[in-house]
DNA sequence: CGCAAATAATTCAATCGCTGAACAAATAGC
DNA sequence: GCTATTTGTTCAGCGATTGAATTATTTGCG
């Protein structure tokens, strides 16, 4: 926590009261405001006033409807005040979408391509068609984009360089720079680069923590693709290790005399519920599906009642279950979401996963664990990528303020 | 984050300044501190008045030199402000110790006896005596105590209820219930309870982080006893999980298909890397050993050589390995302290712990991870517990102002 | 030795943002 | 149409920070 300020004061509560606003099951009022925050009636008429002026905040017309005395007005996020731009970059297809600040879809575009033969740079090159697409898009729509984040399928460092991405073939791609050409993907405004590079996993935990207002405040998102990764929220706001590179979890050892792994170790999770692990024991060649497919497919045979699927699915689910309960153990989390390939998966994961978590979970008997399947699909990562940007904006209100003054 | 009212501004503030002075090299001076925080000089004179009249802070005599101008007057924490009683239970000792506002240790008591044969109220009863002792040493040095933190090896709840203390063979003791008679213990002040319940390895870590000004702002600190408990420190705070729970990190997969653990799983780390485990392994019958020098015994083998000491370190050492590299990969720590019995066998467990992360902690390349030994011995507990006391009124000096005044 | 330069800390009027109470606005119920 | 009730705004007052000026204390230099 930095020194603060006379001027902080203000700064700290256009936050408070901005995050109440989003937080809140329904519009509040001013008058509601005051009385959860402690803040008096007239500073909460002060501070909406700057967020309304700074078109973060609407007033809602149709005002709830109360008993007697003078109806209140709602206050919602301003549907046409700033939206994020979300980008990702995945093995077989890229992406891009803008969010606005309520957190509703307003742009989604995907284009599909196998982008392994390509090089980072002209990989790059094809994204930033779309991103200029959405950014077009954004502007006929009258939203001001207030920033934009790429979602990578690998270790990324703080100065955005992607260290590595296995399935991609990327490895010590320096992004900012390879986009340098693109303004304005990288005017720098604020000290914030336009442009912020992320893990996937992370961007879609953020996505689930953002899709509705029953997220729980802490939990454990799990991307299960190719390579299995996983996203920590830990009170509202993503953690993410010293250097950013938390989350990999898919090298936890479920059975350590087992098959060898590409990372050294042995029984790697993810060589038992990685998605060529499950497509091998389910019986299905991997070559001939593409990566978005295989799931929908394992779903569909386990549906039929196919004993391979069924079989790889328990299989898959135990090894997810000794990894997850390891990490529920460690951090004691009450809630674990099942996303990427995993989502569609969930009715037939979850059982094995739930039975380790019991079996290994000491402190499962008083409180149990919730596992569950994401709420956002395939498009977590992307949605979750545009969502960071207002994300940052709701937690940080004055830096958007003082920049559209 | 709360609202922010008028007066939260100089309670933030008087934080922002302790907090500095506390984590300051050397003593600080005013201007330091005005140039570090970016507040005013005026600000901070005003701000370092309030601590110094509320006796958290003293001007040192012996300023550092500088080159010309009016000498600095450099502050430090006041060794006579209020000071914290830690105290804590164990399997083979009780412990009492007083530790002031820097951090020195200013009381020490441990009273060594097998304590699994006696009834909870009556272990209770005992620790209050050394409670006593305590304080009335504490009155004589001049030291109000501001409350007390009592560390125990098991599972806690919020309420300070020890739900499960295996190795002290508790279940669901109400502590404070039980305590309830013995005032000071019990008098609540300011909505904070006077006893803090918290688990062993917890406070130990914390401990850790306030031996020295060196310790990394995130770690793992791992205490090595009969079971194995982490506490995780991010960003120098304890993370606790959802319900206090984390740091469970004993029954961790390192075997799956190995031997069976009392907690229903397999191959679990305690099984190879417990004190009792590696005892066994060692050659040496448990029984006839105490807890707490089993851990010196072992070192004074393995420093002679003895083939099956230094075998059974290097087997444990290794399953430790395992576990460690997997929560390195899913925090991204970059440093792990080897804490209670294995502080003194560190020399021994460090290389094949090393050896596994290399193995298998992807980003191990990039950026080595440290492996340590506890700066704090045995006593880590004690002290992290009369530490965690100081250190929250360190975190919010404006609560014991308003006592104090 | 005396004086200028340099750095530390304090003083004080000005200012910024929150507070609390009074007031205006708008509606339901009688 | 009147009253009770709740919402939202206005405004004087106040607390904390600010910034410039002032005082305090030492080093360096002639």
Redesign the interface.
């Known amino acids: 926590?930095?020194?603060?300020?006379?001027g902080s004061?203000r700064e700290?509560?256009l936050?408070?009261?901005l995050?109440r606003i989003a937080a809140a099951e329904r519009p509040p009022s001013r008058a509601d405001l005051a009385a959860e925050?402690?803040?008096t009636r007239a500073t909460v008429s002060a501070v909406v006033e700057d967020l309304i002026t700074g078109r973060l905040v609407t007033e809602a017309e149709p005002a709830p409807r109360a008993g007697a005395g003078r109806p209140a007005r709602g206050l919602v996020l301003a549907g046409d005040g700033p939206a994020g731009l979300g980008l990702e970059v995945n093995v077989d297809y890229l992406a891009a979408c803008v969010v606005d600040l309520a957190g509703r879809v307003r742009h989604h575009t995907v284009h599909r391509a196998d982008l392994r033969p390509l090089s980072p740079a002209d990989a790059l090159t094809r994204l930033v068609a779309l991103a200029v697409r959405a950014r077009t898009d954004a502007a006929a729509q009258g939203l001001p984009l207030a920033g934009a984040a790429l979602a990578v399928p690998g270790?990324v460092d703080d100065a955005g360089t992607v260290?590595?991405a296995p399935n991609l073939g990327w490895r010590d791609v320096p992004v900012p720079a390879l986009l340098a050409g693109h303004a304005p993907l990288t005017e720098r405004v604020d000290g914030v680069p336009p442009l912020v590079v992320d893990n996937e996993a992370n961007l879609a935990a953020l996505g689930e923590l953002h899709a509705g207002p029953a997220a729980p405040a802490?939990f454990l998102h799990i991307t299960g693709e190719v390579g299995i990764g996983?996203g920590?929220v830990?009170d509202g706001a993503l953690?993410?290790?010293?250097?950013?590179?938390?989350?990999?979890?898919g090298?936890?050892?479920?059975?350590?005399?087992g098959r060898p792994c590409r990372?050294?170790?042995r029984?790697c999770l993810e060589r038992y519920a990685g998605q060529e692990a499950i497509l091998a024991a389910a019986g299905l060649a991997e070559a001939d599906l593409p990566a978005d497919t295989a799931a929908t497919r394992l779903a569909e045979l386990a549906e039929a009642g196919s004993t391979a699927a069924l079989d790889a699915l328990h299989e898959a689910g135990t090894a997810l279950g000794?990894a997850v309960?390891?990490?529920v153990?460690?951090?004691?989390?009450?809630t674990v979401v099942l996303g990427g390939g995993y989502a569609p998966l969930a009715p037939w994961l979850r059982p094995p996963v739930l039975a380790e978590i019991s079996?290994?979970?000491?402190?499962a008997a008083?409180?149990p664990v919730t596992v569950r399947p994401a709420a956002l699909g395939a498009d977590a990562a992307v949605v979750g990528a545009a969502g960071s940007v207002v994300r940052r904006i709701i937690a940080w209100p004055s830096g958007w303020l003082a920049r559209a003054a």
Do not use: K, Y
Not at 240 to 249: C, H, K, L, M, P
Not at 359 to 363: E, G, K
């Open positions: 926590m930095g020194a603060v300020r006379q004061l700290l509560n936050a408070v009261v995050g925050t402690g803040l270790l260290r590595l802490s996983a920590i830990l953690f993410r290790g010293t250097r950013g590179w938390s989350g990999e979890i090298h936890i050892p479920v059975r350590p005399e990372c050294g170790g029984g000794v309960a390891a990490v153990n460690l951090l004691d989390l009450d079996r290994r979970v000491l402190t008083w409180s």
